[in-house]
């Protein structure tokens, strides 16, 4: 089964750092773009950040640009989000997702596969 | 405000077809660039529901299809069901904010 799940969500304060994981398996890795999607409360879907499938291509929105860095470890075939300058606004679940398409740019595809989410508060 | 323009909710009875339209700009769907189509229920992560404008995963009903025409698109639900009440959100690229853009999204209710 195609599965993603992500970890590594909670409560942090304002200025304070966090790093999300979303474990893929029953599909290959290595041959798919991946991204993170955020929804606040209550709000609409926004997409953060995107890395190619080698990791040596990353993208993020111009709302997390120089706070936020996307990895990826294809040996343990899992997705990283490292959170730093952590704003009240930042205050979502996040959702790893799947290109639809293998080995595409990661700009005009859709997400075939999403995980559950996992929530980030940002509160003091 | 989005820059992918979707009516924030619509209505329609059993039965009936909705149409749910996305209105972007000549950056991303007038320049182009494929339209995606998201359904989300209450408390559970986006599904997808259209791919490349008009093409369905192996498991979407044919009930719901997807068309685009210049900067906009749309997403067609036929034989309305109360399964179908659920959050719609339309997604594209836009090449001026090298971006992947959401619509604001559109609450769907059947009556």
């Known amino acids: 089964e195609v599965q993603l799940l992500e970890s590594g969500g909670g409560l942090v304060q304002p200025g304070g750092s966090l790093r999300l994981s979303c474990a893929a398996s029953g599909f290959t890795f290595t041959s798919y773009a991946m991204s993170w999607v955020r929804q606040a409360p209550g709000k609409g879907l926004e997409w953060v950040s995107g890395i190619r499938t080698t990791g040596s291509t990353t993208y993020y929105a111009d709302s997390v640009k120089g706070r936020f860095t996307i990895s990826r470890d294809n040996s343990k075939n899992t997705l990283y989000l490292q959170m730093d300058s952590l704003r009240a606004e930042d205050t979502a679940i996040y959702f790893c997702a799947k290109d639809h398409q293998r080995y595409s740019s990661g700009g005009n595809d859709a997400f075939d596969i999403w995980g559950q989410g996992t929530m980030v508060t940002v509160s003091s | 405000q989005s820059v992918l323009t979707q009516p924030p909710s619509m209505s329609g009875a059993p039965g009936q077809r909705v149409s749910i339209s996305c209105t972007g700009s000549s950056s991303n769907i007038g320049a182009g660039y494929d339209v995606h189509w998201y359904q989300q229920l209450p408390g559970t992560a986006p599904k997808l529901l259209i791919y490349?404008?008009?093409n369905r995963p192996s498991g979407v009903p044919d009930r719901f299809s997807g068309s685009k025409s210049g900067t906009s698109a749309s997403l067609a639900i036929t034989g309305l069901q109360a399964e179908d009440e659920a959050d719609y959100y339309c997604q594209s690229y836009d090449s001026s904010l090298s971006a992947r853009l959401f619509g604001g999204g559109t609450k769907l209710t059947v009556l």
């Open positions: 490349a404008n008009n």
